[in-house]
């Protein structure tokens, strides 16, 4: 069992950078892909990005080129830095974790409570 705990959402204004991060229990954190997802109001979720154990990352289409994901396995923290923000990116995000080393998969075991990003034009 992992549990996540994401902070660093806010709000922010168009153009802007957000450094979000999520805390991992458990000592096996390196084991786990690590994903971030989001969701915005009246929206399915969508994927944002993930890192696995070996640190091979992928983003979704949407993202790509204006977040990065990282991991420090050290603090069991994994970390999404997003920049260029939009207002379209305004939604709850969510970390997740699975076993599963294979990053372009989106079925995870483990989810955050999410954090609210807004973004305001």
């Known amino acids: 069992q992992v549990q996540l705990v994401e902070s660093g959402g806010g709000l922010v204004q168009a153009g802007g950078s957000l450094r979000l991060s999520c805390a991992a229990s458990g000592s096996t954190f390196r084991s786990y892909t690590m994903g971030w997802f989001r969701q915005a109001p009246g929206k399915e979720r969508e994927f944002v990005a993930a890192i696995n154990g070996i640190r091979s990352t992928y983003y979704g289409d949407l993202v790509l080129g204006r977040v990065t994901v990282s991991r420090d396995n050290g603090k069991n923290t994994v970390h999404l830095q997003m920049n260029s923000l939009k207002p379209e990116d305004t939604a709850v995000y969510y970390c997740?974790?699975?076993?599963?080393?294979?990053?372009?998969?989106?079925?995870?075991?483990?989810w955050g409570q999410g954090t609210l990003v807004t973004v305001s034009s």
């Open positions: 997740a974790a699975k076993l599963n080393p294979v990053v372009t998969d989106w079925r995870y075991d483990f």
